[in-house]
C-alpha cells in the first residue's frame, strides 16, 4: 500500500541522520562499525518512529516496547536513534567509545534502554524471548520486544535454540528483525542474500517470514513492520536484504569494510555528502506512539523471608543436597512472586519439578539448550524478575559466554548446578561438572555456594536468591546426613566449624560430599591428629578473616579435599585468599580425567575417601 510522502519523507531523514551519526561519531572515536551502521538504518528508523509504542523521556519504562541490539557492534546506530527520538543530546553521541562514557562501543545496561549487554553474537534473541515472556504473562499490555540482529550471527546455534522455544511457546510478541547485508568481517557470510534459503529455515522453526527485497528502502520496510503486527499465534522474523554500508556509494556493498571508520578525510567526505541527500532543513517533531498501561502487577521483592527461613530437614537423617531445590523453591517461590524457575530437561532429577506443578505459570522448560536457557534467564531478570535457572553442573558451562553477558549485565540471573562432582559416580566424566566452581567465581558481584547437607542446601539457595546479582550453587546427587539443625543460620561469606578440637593442629577444608568424608577421617584420627574440620560453604563471598584466624591457630598448616579440578576451586580459593598465612599446605582434587566407577571407588581412587583422607591428614 502506497504510504503518506510526508511520512516516508521523515523516515528517510531519520535514517540518513542514523548514518551521519555513525559515521561522524566512529570517525571521531577512531574506532567502530559505521558500515554495520548503516545497513540498518531504515530498520531503525520504521522501528522508532513509526512501530515501536514507547516513552521517548523514560526508556526504562516497564510499559515499553523494547529493543534488544544483537549486533551490538551496531551501537552507534541505536545511539543516533535515541538522538533522533529526543531522549540523547548529539553531543554526547560524539563521546563514543571515551573512557568514562556511557556512550560504549557495544551497548551496555548504564544506559536505561538497554536491557542487556550485547555485542557477543548470537545471543540477543533469547534474551529478546524472555523479555517478551515477562510483557505477555506479567505486564499484560500487548508490548512487544524487537531483537534487531545481523546475518553473521544466524550461523549461531543459539540463534536457532531461541527460534525453536519462542514458536513452542508462541510468543507472537516477539518480533526479530535480520539485517541480511551479505558481509561478515572476513569474508562474505554463509548465504550470503540467499533470502529464500533464510526463509525457509526460518518458516521451518514455527516463524512467520517476512522478506524484504529492498531492506534500505523505506516503504518496503514499512509494510513488513505493519505486516508483522498483524500476525498472532507465532513469533515474526523480518528478513531485511540490506546493503553494508548502504547510502554510501563508494562503499556499500564493498568487502573489508567491518569494523573500519571512515578516518580518510575525503572517504569520510563522500560518505557524508551521499548520506545527507535525504536529510531536511527543517524535519518536524518525532511522532512517536504511546505505550498501553501495564494490566499485570509487576512484583516486588518481599521485605522479609523470615516465614521461609526454616529447613524441612531434620538432624540425624539423610538427604541429597540437590533435594533442597524442591522445597526451597516452592517455599521462596510462594513468598517472591519475582522468581521464575527455567530448566533445561532436567526437572525430575534436580527436583525443579515441584516448582512446574506448584507455579507452572512461573515455570519455562527450556529442554536440552542451556545457551538460550541463559539468555532467556537474562531477558527475565533485564525487566525485573529473579530467574532461577537450574540443570546439572556439568552443562553450565556449555552456556559460559551466555552467563557471562549477564552478569556484565548487572542480572541477577540465578543458577543451581546438581550433580556435581565425581561423586556421581558411573555416569562418567562427561556428567562430573569439575570446572563449574572456576568459571563462577569469576562472575562480577556474584556469589557461589556449595552447601553440604540438606539444611545448608536450603539456605544457600535462599542465599542466592536474596543476593542481588548473578550467583550460583552447587549441588551433589548421593545422600549424605544432615549435619544441622533445620534454624541453623548461614550468612553469606560465612563459614562453619563442624568439628573443632581444643588444640588443633591441621586446619582441614571441605564441602559438599567430601564433607563428609572428612568428618568421618577427622573422627577416626582423634587420639592422632588434631584436626579442626571447615565447611566452606561460602565460596564467593569469601570468609577471608574467619578463616584467616582459624588457619592461624594450626600455625598455617592448612588441607583442601574437593571433587573439583585442582586449578580454580575450593584449594585455589583458600590458597588465594589466605597467601602469606598459609605455612603448609596439602590438597586432594581430581587431577585427570576421572572414569566410571562406583562413588566410592572414585572418592579412594583421587584421595577422597575417608580413609584415603585420614592417610593424608596422618602423615602431613
Not at 139 to 152: F, I, P, Q, S
Not at 495 to 514: C, D, M, N, Q
Request: charged share 25%.
Amino acid at each position: 500500500m502506497p504510504y503518506d510522502k510526508s511520512k516516508v519523507k521523515e523516515l528517510k531523514h531519520r535514517a540518513a541522520k542514523i548514518r551521519l551519526l555513525s559515521i561522524e561519531t566512529t570517525a571521531k572515536a577512531g574506532s567502530g562499525h559505521p558500515t554495520s551502521c548503516c545497513s540498518c538504518a531504515e530498520a531503525l528508523a520504521v522501528m522508532f518512529f513509526h512501530s515501536m509504542k514507547y516513552l521517548p523521556q523514560d526508556p526504562g519504562n516497564a510499559a515499553n516496547d523494547r529493543l534488544v541490539l544483537s549486533k551490538g557492534h551496531a551501537a552507534p546506530a541505536l545511539y543516533a536513534a535515541w538522538s533522533e527520538a529526543g531522549y540523547l543530546k548529539e553531543e554526547e553521541l560524539y563521546t563514543l567509545r571515551e573512557m568514562g562514557s556511557r556512550i560504549e562501543g557495544h551497548p551496555m545496561p548504564s544506559l536505561p534502554f538497554v536491557d542487556v549487554a550485547t555485542g557477543s553474537l548470537g545471543q540477543g534473541l533469547a534474551c529478546g524471548l524472555g523479555i517478551a515472556v515477562q510483557q505477555r504473562s506479567v505486564l499484560k499490555n500487548n508490548a512487544r520486544t524487537y531483537v534487531l540482529m545481523g546475518d553473521g550471527e544466524m550461523a549461531e546455534g543459539s540463534v536457532w535454540e531461541a527460534m525453536s522455544l519462542a514458536s513452542a511457546m508462541k510468543v507472537d510478541n516477539l518480533i526479530a528483525v535480520v539485517d541480511v547485508n551479505r558481509l561478515g568481517q572476513s569474508r562474505e557470510t554463509i548465504l550470503g542474500h540467499d533470502m529464500a534459503t533464510y526463509e525457509k529455515r526460518v518458516a521451518a522453526f514455527g516463524w512467520e517470514a517476512i522478506t524484504v527485497e529492498k531492506g534500505n528502502d523505506v516503504e518496503s520496510v514499512l509494510a513488513a513492520f505493519d505486516k508483522a503486527e498483524t500476525v498472532t499465534g507465532k513469533p515474526v522474523c523480518i528478513l531485511l536484504k540490506t546493503f553494508k554500508g548502504a547510502g554510501m556509494t563508494e562503499i556499500s556493498d564493498k568487502d573489508n569494510w567491518h569494523g573500519k571508520p571512515l578516518k580518510d578525510d575525503a572517504v569520510r567526505a563522500k560518505a557524508i555528502e551521499d548520506v545527507s541527500v535525504d536529510i531536511m532543513k527543517n524535519p518536524p517533531a518525532p511522532q512517536i506512539k504511546e505505550p498501553a498501561a501495564v494490566k499485570g502487577t509487576l512484583p516486588t521483592k518481599p521485605e522479609s523471608y523470615a516465614s521461609v527461613e526454616k529447613a524441612p530437614y531434620e538432624k540425624g537423617s539423610k538427604a541429597a543436597t540437590r533435594e533442597a531445590v524442591g522445597p526451597a523453591l516452592v517455599n521462596v517461590g510462594g513468598l517472591d512472586k519475582r522468581v521464575w524457575v527455567i530448566d533445561g530437561d532436567t526437572q525430575n532429577s534436580t527436583y525443579s519439578q515441584k516448582f512446574a506443578e506448584k507455579y507452572p505459570e512461573r515455570f519455562i522448560e527450556c529442554f536440552i539448550a542451556e545457551q538460550n536457557m541463559a539468555g532467556v534467564g537474562a531477558g527475565l531478570a533485564a525487566r525485573g524478575l529473579v530467574p532461577v535457572a537450574v540443570t546439572f553442573g556439568a552443562f553450565l558451562v556449555r552456556a559460559a559466554d551466555q552467563i557471562r553477558m549477564a552478569a556484565l549485565s548487572g542480572l541477577p540471573v540465578k543458577f543451581i548446578g546438581t550433580h556435581a562432582g565425581i561423586s556421581i559416580g558411573e555416569d562418567g566424566a562427561s556428567q562430573m561438572a569439575l570446572e563449574d566452581l572456576a568459571f563462577f567465581a569469576t562472575l562480577p558481584n556474584g556469589a557461589v555456594f556449595y552447601p553440604s547437607d540438606g539444611v545448608s542446601a536450603y539456605k544457600c539457595i535462599l542465599n542466592l536468591i536474596k543476593h542481588d546479582g548473578p550467583g550460583y550453587v552447587r549441588l551433589s546427587r548421593p545422600s549424605s546426613p544432615i549435619i544441622y539443625n533445620p534454624d541453623e543460620t548461614f550468612e553469606i561469606g560465612g563459614l562453619k566449624v563442624v568439628h573443632a578440637p581444643e588444640r588443633p593442629t591441621i586446619t582441614a577444608i571441605a564441602s559438599g560430599v567430601i564433607l563428609h568424608e572428612l568428618l568421618k577421617a577427622a573422627k577416626s584420627l582423634v587420639n592422632k591428629v588434631d584436626v579442626q574440620v571447615v565447611d566452606l560453604y561460602s565460596i564467593k563471598p569469601f570468609p577471608t578473616e574467619e578463616l584467616k584466624k582459624l588457619v592461624e591457630k594450626t600455625n598455617g598448616k592448612v588441607a583442601v579435599f574437593e571433587e573439583h579440578s585442582p586449578n580454580g576451586g575450593i584449594g585455589s580459593e583458600v590458597s588465594r585468599n589466605l597467601a602469606g598465612t598459609i605455612k603448609k599446605f596439602k590438597h586432594s582434587a581430581v587431577t585427570s580425567v576421572p572414569c566410571s566407577g562406583t562413588p566410592e571407588e572414585l572418592l579412594a581412587a583421587y584421595g577422597l575417601s575417608a580413609d584415603k583422607i585420614a592417610e593424608t591428614l596422618e602423615n602431613f
